[in-house]
Every structure is written in C-alpha cells, then in structure tokens.
C-alpha cells in the first residue's frame, strides 16, 4: 500500500438545542495543512465529517449531538490511510474525538494517529493518554510534514521532530514560519464545496459560493481570556498581498468565487499590511465580498484604511469590545478606545459596510454595574449604526490566562458560551435575554429601513447578517417540517 495522508475534520458537535455552542465553518486548519502537504509531494486527502452530512443530526448523550457523520460512519469511509490526522477545534469535540480515535484503532490497528488544532495544542498530554500517536502543537505544517516523511521513508526519530508530542517525549517547540507564502493555498478541491455553499450558515454572511482563507497568523495582544497567546506565541505574521489575491483569483476562476470570509486571529494587525491587501485587489479588479467575523482590533484600523477596504470589497466587519466596563476591560487585558470604536462605527456605517460588535457576559468578577456599563454601550452603538451583536457567556479556556480562575465545569465540552454549571449561569442567560429584547426595539426604533432590509434577505435565501442567516434556517427547518417544498439552496 503506497502511504498516504488522511486529515479528518470531525463532525460538528453542539448542546442539544442551544443555539450558542457551535457554528459551522469550513475547516480552515486542515485546508492549508493539506495543500501545503499536496506542495511538497505527499500523498494527502480529507475525510469532511462534518460536510459531507451537514444537515444530518445525531445523538451522541443526554447533553451533545453531532452535525455530520458519527465515528462509525466516519471509520467506515477511512481508506488506504498509513497517517491519520484529526483536527481538534475546541473542547466541544474532545469526547468524540477521543471515540473517534478508539474506532479507528479497532479496525486499522496499524494506523499512526496524530491530533492537531486549537484545542489539542493546549492539552496534547490528553490525547496521547486517549490513544494517539501523536500530538501537534501549534503550527501544524512542518511537524506534519516531518513525521509523514519519517514514516514514508523509514528514517529519522519522530520524537526529534520540533512540534510533535508522544508517549514518553515531552514537546519541543517548533519555530514559527516567518514567510507564510511557503505554505501555499487552502486545498479547496479536497472538500465537498456545494455542500457548503447550500448549507446557508457559516461563520460570517456569505451570498454565494464562498471560500475561507487566512491573510496572516497570531496575534500581538494577550487577552487573558483567549488561547492565541499559548498557541501562536503573540507572534503576527502575514502573507504577501499577491499571494492572497493570487488565491482568491485562482478560487475565481475554478468555483467562481464571489464571497470570501476571512478567519486570521487578528485581521490587519498594521494598517499598511490591510491596505496592500486592498490595493492589490483593487489593482487585479477581482471583485469579492469578503468579511472579519473573528474581529478586527479599533487600536489597529483608521477611517482611510476601512475606506480602502470597503472599496476593495469588505461589506461585513466586526469589532469586539468585550465589555462596556473599563474594570472589566483591564481584568481581561484588553486595550479598548471607546471614543475610536464610536468613530469608526459611524464612519463604516456611512460607507454601507454591515457591522457587528461582540460581547463576552460574566467574566471573572464581573458585577451589576459592569453588566450596566455594557448593556449601555450595546444599545449605544446599535443607535449609531451597529446591525447586530453578538452576546457571549463566558467560560474557562485551555491555554488561557484565566483558566484557572472558573470552576465548577467536569469535562471539555463543558467550556463553550452556555456554561450551565456556572453557579450564575441563570442570571447571565436572563440578563443576556433581556439585552437581546432591548436591541431588538433599539434597532426597530432607530434602523427601521435596515429590518425591513433584514426581512427581505431573509426571505430572498441572500445574507448579509448572520442573525440574518439563524433566522433563515429556523424559517427553512420549520417550512420543511411543516411539509412544504424541499430545500434546494
């Protein structure tokens, strides 16, 4: 059997209906893990648990199911693989990995098996203790590529290799790559894209056939609620401006591309490396919509370059204040300018740009007034133009800073942004309940226009909000459940 590379992104997996613990997205990671392999000769592909059966819900115990394939199905499609890889996102999916693995265990005995991602990075001790190979923590492509020549070619000691943890060898960090060109494009081709595109969710609004890619990796903050400080170092580092445009442009022309969301940690760290971006899309003439959904940082962008921007082809941005609290603000170690966030909010408002501003409830000591304070900044910015917010429960990371500071929580899938076990788990879903109450008349009372824009996306199947997008799969689910016409989008 000739050896080849077999990259796994699991099944989606969320609380039973609640509508906060996952959000589907194609998986990025994987994508580039595997063109970069395609690059250096290696023999690679992807087993999409999650798109190839993205409508299809299963149970998995009394609290979780999963969108997707189960670990059965999944096992039952594994061929010819000698380097089984599967990517970690969050704890969300620890248990059903961790399955997943034992499954494929027992039917390949001999298979070497390798976790990966955000949340294997972090914890890589607990997977190796579940059953695998290996761990890769952080950047991904050269460890890959190091233990898939070492067991293709049969020399070299996979525990020397810088990245990789296994049974008995402690990690040893690989360096960063500073030219991320080396690593190539995404491997959109390895993916079933049409169910993609029909699924009508994703991790920004997108109108038509959509690709994900990432300008640049890390971030220079250090947020102590986030894992991108463990996992990439507070490094930032970037692609060249032609060699993004050479990806959207050579995605044009194979799928015809006419949406791109952006998924970097911290999109246009320095304000020059967004504006080359820009400007090269602007000099090619290749006309996208692309969006920010992870956030862009205010301290970071001005009005000329959200300008430059939006002329390039940015219709979807989002800013992250966290908390309307300055206490909170400086417990979680992150710098906000109010003032500037008021600024810029206005100003992409007059450009058309749709905007949507996050919040993080109930961290660490957060109080009443606290809760007040950002409650009071929420409706404030939905009068000066924000189209929607996103409100978030906040729950102990991995990798974090503030790990440590919540407890209460007994397994992985515990920590995601409905955390019942939180003793004040009811009043911040009831505070967070009211706030969505009171945004939704602040937003009929002062953007009436924009809710009836709403209404007419909704019913026309074309996003431009991801509240939007919600609204019209409950719309679609319950038209298909009441016997109407099948859903072909």
Not at 254 to 272: N, P
């Amino acid at each position: 059997m000739s050896f080849k590379v077999t990259l796994i992104n699991p099944a989606l997996v969320h609380l039973s209906g609640d509508p906060y613990s996952s959000i589907p997205f194609m998986p990025t990671g994987l994508l580039y893990l595997a063109g970069y392999l395609e690059k250096q000769g290696i023999a690679v592909s992807i087993l999409d648990g999650f798109g190839l059966a993205p409508r299809r819900l299963f149970h998995i115990d009394d609290q979780l199911s999963g969108f997707g394939l189960t670990e059965t199905e999944i096992v039952e499609r594994l061929e010819d693989a000698s380097l089984v890889g599967i990517g970690v996102h969050s704890g969300m999916s620890h248990g059903f990995v961790l399955r997943l693995a034992r499954a494929i265990r027992e039917r390949y005995p001999d298979v070497v098996l390798i976790a990966g991602g955000n949340h294997a990075s972090v914890v890589p001790e607990r997977f190796i203790e579940g059953g695998f190979d290996y761990a890769c923590v952080g950047e991904g492509e050269y460890p890959l590529e190091g233990l898939a020549r070492c067991l293709r070619d049969g020399e070299g000691d996979p525990w020397a290799i810088p990245g990789l943890a296994g049974p008995g060898f402690a990690v040893t960090p690989a360096p960063f790559e500073e030219d991320l060109d080396r690593f190539g494009f995404a491997a959109l081709h390895l993916l079933p894209l049409e169910n993609y595109w029909g699924l009508g969710m994703q991790h920004a609004p997108v109108q038509g056939r959509f690709m994900v890619l990432t300008t640049s990796r890390g971030c220079i903050y250090n947020c102590r609620f986030c894992t991108t400080p463990k996992v990439w170092g507070r490094q930032w580092r970037t692609r060249s401006a032609a060699h993004v445009a050479d990806e959207i442009q050579q995605a044009q022309a194979r799928y015809g591309i006419t949406d791109v969301i952006i998924q970097d940690e911290l999109f246009g760290c320095r304000r020059e490396k967004a504006a080359a971006f820009a400007e090269e899309l602007l000099r090619r003439d290749l006309r996208v919509r692309f969006s920010t959904p992870s956030g862009v940082k205010v301290e970071t962008m001005d009005e000329a370059t959200i300008a430059l921007l939006h002329r390039a082809g940015l219709r979807y941005l989002v800013f992250a204040p966290e908390s309307g609290s300055e206490r909170v603000l400086k417990t979680m170690n992150k710098p906000m300018d109010f003032d500037k966030l008021r600024r810029l909010v206005v100003f992409s408002k007059k450009l058309g740009i749709r905007l949507n501003c996050v919040f993080v409830l109930g961290f660490e000591d957060e109080n009443d007034e606290d809760r007040r304070l950002t409650r009071s900044l929420a409706l404030e910015l939905t009068r000066l133009g924000v189209d929607e917010i996103s409100l978030f429960i906040w729950s102990p990371l991995p990798g974090a800073e503030a790990f440590e500071s919540e407890t209460g929580w007994k397994r992985y899938e515990d920590l995601n942004w409905t955390p019942r076990w939180r003793k004040n788990y009811p009043s911040l879903k009831a505070f967070r309940n009211r706030l969505y109450l009171a945004w939704a008349f602040t937003k009929l009372r002062y953007q009436f226009p924009g809710c009836l824009r709403s209404a007419v996306n909704i019913l026309r199947g074309r996003y431009e909000l991801k509240m939007e997008m919600a609204a019209g799969r409950m719309v679609r689910t319950w038209f298909r459940s009441s016997g109407g016409a099948p859903d072909t989008r």
